[in-house]
């Protein structure tokens, strides 16, 4: 059952016209190569000649343009392959990485939002609480899905679940493939920024650690209020950024014609965002993209996903918190900032020095040194305003 | 107050009059920002800029603006119609500032604070690596000077020009925020007109106290990216601030005129202001 349905989203071997929703013009020429090839293969099935010199050179000539034309694609080209209907989306990854997957469902207040898909789960023989925006396959899930675009109660699901995933001393694994949060009057009427901000905001306080992984879209916001974490990583063909390419040309350019020119403005790809500082890994992907061979990049994704977790788990989560707060304070900072830190050293002077302590300083008056920290015990946050 | 008159003299030269975008009445400029730029006919708070925001909000002579050095810089560079760096040059010599936040120590009532405020005069208001910045080193300033920290928001989100590097400032304000919380800092977050995605989407929703000025326009998708995604008329004052408080989404509507003593009060219910007493002459209504 599993193999059967898994199977029947990647590309079947009879489609031979690549028009449609899957035909990415760029890949043309590949596919033109390829047909060649399918009709010689076919032939030489049939006849007694042998072709097989002919067919080494269609081979060769197939794989070498694969390689030339993904080794370099614009970033817009980056953007359509993050897209392509038969890259692997959360509930592939579900369906072939995660073994006993239980799926967890709602957000405890309002509903349960398809967009977000959440549960327990064991990739590589690593128990973790997962997190992924869900697209959906079918038309009727997609649109059950608003195409991967969550509602807040799915940002408060996403929430609520990685606080299980702590308590239960899990690793959170969060799969980030989004065009960004869905924009209707229930979102805003439910509070979306809101709902976002709180993600943000507590994943910082999370004990126990996470690992994002951009898989296809990292669209602003939406993205972000399920991508706080400790690695962050990046599939090969995703793009992740303040805003899509459409959205970005529709305002800036005035028309979405400037989606190919704001693509590449943007800096989106994973390859730029690693440049900048802004993610720690770019994890490969097959020749022609996940979705010539979905299996080979989910393995790929799964392994790191082990590996990374293998390695934070021997941090101490006072440190993993500690990190995970300094990795965003400082992201991609500017030597200038360093300057602001020097100002604000030399402005509040004696009074870092207190550090800890809990003398009340001049700005405080007498008797309102006994606040409590807001935090539970064990909280290495105890330290008292 | 002759209103008659007033209408007559609609077509005089720029500068004198100013026209109401909430009822479109024109007022004496002179009247109009004596008034706090709130409408003295139908109360529509007008967006101001930073520099007056702080004015009314600080104690006469308090403010000491911190982190003046920050400048904002073209990492990515981003051209659309114009180089994003002739943006920054422009909007510096329009405003007179480096970029869209000011901040700074000053006292309220007597009760010292860190302001941060945006100013939607610097490209809309909007969150770039310097407006990030500058709000996570005011909050590290509040912190290491335990004092509140009070953040006015006017911003149409998160920089384009700035990518991803922009996106990130709604984890580094937040991760700033969050720090400052489990530390004991208390924060009051004020939404002005208009106050919209990465901002509203992150340091100014997870502040201890949420405050918006009346009719603001507050959300996280703008009205017209919802009308093109739903393809309906959107409902009746969505997203002002008066729906945002039936929804349960603000603890309260506080009038411009009103807001800098109930900032106070508010502040002299938390530990850090607890023990100023108000003052004799209420400034509030001043
Ligand atoms: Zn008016």
């Not at chain 1, 994943?203 to 993205?223: C, D, K, L, N, P």
């Not at chain 1, 300094?326 to 009074?351: C, D, H, M, Y």
Request: net charge neutral; with cysteine.
């Amino acid at each position: 059952m599993r193999e059967h349905r898994f199977h029947a989203a990647m590309p079947r071997k009879d489609r031979k016209s690549i028009s449609g929703p899957t035909a990415l013009p760029f890949k043309k020429p590949i596919e033109d190569v390829r047909s060649r090839l399918e009709e010689l293969e076919e032939l030489a099935g049939q006849t007694t000649h042998d072709l097989s010199e002919e067919l080494a050179f269609y081979r060769d000539r197939l794989e070498r343009l694969t390689q030339e034309i993904y080794g370099e694609l614009t970033p817009w080209n980056r953007v359509q392959v993050a897209r392509h209907p038969n890259r692997p989306l959360t509930s592939d990854f579900v369906e072939h990485l995660c073994a006993d997957f239980v799926e967890l469902h709602g957000d405890g207040y309002y509903g349960d939002d398809r967009a977000i898909l959440t549960g327990l789960a064991t990739i590589y023989g690593e128990k973790v609480l997962l997190v992924g925006h869900r697209k959906g396959k079918s038309t009727k899930e997609r649109l059950a899905c608003h195409f991967g675009s969550a509602h807040p109660e799915g940002y408060r699901k996403a929430l609520r679940k990685m606080r299980l995933g702590e308590r239960l001393g899990l690793p959170i694994v969060c799969l980030v493939n989004t065009p960004g949060a869905y924009p209707g009057v229930g979102a805003e009427e439910r509070g979306q920024a809101r709902a976002i901000a709180e993600n943000i905001f507590e994943m910082f306080e999370i004990r126990t650690q996470i690992i994002v992984v951009v898989i296809g879209e990292g669209g602003s916001g939406g993205a972000l209020g399920i991508a706080v974490g400790d690695h962050i990583a990046m599939m090969e063909n995703s793009w992740y950024s303040v805003i899509s390419p459409e959205g970005c040309a529709s305002i800036l350019w005035r028309s979405a014609d400037g989606k190919e020119q704001a693509a590449e403005a943007l800096k989106l790809t994973a390859q730029d965002m690693q440049g900048l500082g802004l993610v720690d890994e770019i994890l490969p992907e097959p020749v022609g993209g996940a979705h010539a061979d979905p299996r080979t990049a989910m393995n790929g994704v799964g392994e790191a996903i082990a590996a990374r977790i293998q390695a934070l788990r021997s941090v101490p989560l006072d440190e993993l918190l500690e990190a995970r707060y300094q990795k965003f304070r400082r992201i991609a900072q500017l030597e200038q900032a360093i300057q602001a830190e020097a100002e604000k050293a030399a402005n509040t002077g004696p009074r870092e020095v207190l550090g800890d302590s809990d003398e009340s300083p001049d700005l405080i008056p007498e008797g309102r040194k006994g606040v409590p920290p807001r935090r539970t015990p064990g909280s290495p946050r105890g330290r008292r305003l | 107050m002759g209103w008659g008159l007033r209408r007559k003299k609609k077509d005089m030269p720029g500068g004198l009059w100013t026209k109401c975008k909430g009822c479109s009445a024109m007022i004496y400029t002179k009247e109009f920002a004596q008034n706090a730029h709130v409408c003295p006919k139908c109360g529509f708070h007008h967006t101001i800029n930073a520099r007056t925001r702080i004015e009314i909000t600080a104690d006469p002579g308090t403010f000491a603006e911190k982190f003046t050095d920050l400048r904002p810089r073209d990492r990515l560079g981003f051209v659309d119609k114009e180089p994003y760096a002739e943006k920054i040059e422009n909007a510096q010599k329009k405003t007179g500032q480096n970029d869209a936040c000011i901040a700074g120590t000053c006292e309220i009532e007597g009760i010292p604070v860190v302001l941060a405020v945006l100013d939607f005069s610097f490209m809309g208001g909007s969150m770039g690596e310097i407006v990030g910045e500058k709000l996570a080193c005011a909050i590290e300033l509040a912190e290491a000077n335990r004092v509140p920290v009070i953040i006015f928001s006017a911003s149409g989100g998160a920089r384009m020009h700035e990518g991803a590097i922009s996106l990130m400032q709604m984890a580094k304000t937040c991760a700033a925020l969050n720090h400052y919380r489990n530390r004991g800092g208390v924060s009051i977050s004020v939404l002005t007109n208009p106050t919209t995605g990465g901002v509203t989407a992150s340091f100014a929703s997870v502040c201890d106290f949420l405050i918006a000025e009346p009719k603001a326009l507050i959300g996280f998708a703008g009205p017209r990216v919802i009308q093109n995604t739903i393809r309906q008329e959107l409902p009746e004052g969505f997203q002002r601030s008066e729906f945002l408080l039936e929804k349960g989404q603000i603890d309260s509507i506080i009038d411009r005129h009103a807001l800098r003593g109930q900032i106070a009060t508010i502040l002299r219910y938390t530990p850090q202001g607890r023990d100023y007493p108000k003052p004799k002459t209420a400034t509030a209504e001043s």
